[in-house]
């Protein structure tokens, strides 16, 4: 079974840089698409990017674009975080799935348990 445990979560300030990282207990490189969702309280999870296997094709929020890298190794994934906004606090989670569409709608069959990111000044 799939596990996934991020970490690299903290409080920066606006404009600030921090790295995430999700490590698999088992190779996903090559065969799941693996995903960063982040949360704020009374909100909805939002799909923040994606990676697919074997780094074919990366998806990313409108909101993040140009500020955020994902990118991912056998056994692990990671989210490149830059120009941090106060926006972006949130706990952000990674998630796998052997399908595209389960992740992409947010119901991927693996998920972390979630790392806090705050960005205030």
């Known amino acids: 079974q799939l596990r996934l445990q991020e970490s690299g979560g903290g409080s920066v300030r606006p404009g600030e840089s921090l790295n995430l990282s999700c490590v698999a207990s088992v190779v996903t490189y090559s065969r799941y698409y693996m995903g960063w969702f982040r949360q704020v309280p009374g909100k909805e999870r939002e799909r923040v990017a994606i990676?697919?296997?074997?780094?074919?094709s990366r998806e990313y929020h409108n909101s993040v674009k140009g500020r955020f890298t994902i990118s991912s190794t056998d056994y692990t994934m990671y989210l490149q975080m830059r120009q941090l906004r106060p926006e972006d606090t949130a706990v952000y989670y990674c998630?796998?799935?052997?399908?595209?569409?389960?992740?992409?709608?947010?119901?991927?069959?693996?998920w972390g348990q979630g790392t806090q990111v705050t960005v205030s000044p």
């Open positions: 990676i697919w296997p074997g780094a074919v």
């Open positions: 998630a796998a799935d052997l399908k595209y569409e389960p992740l992409w709608r947010g119901s991927a069959s693996a």
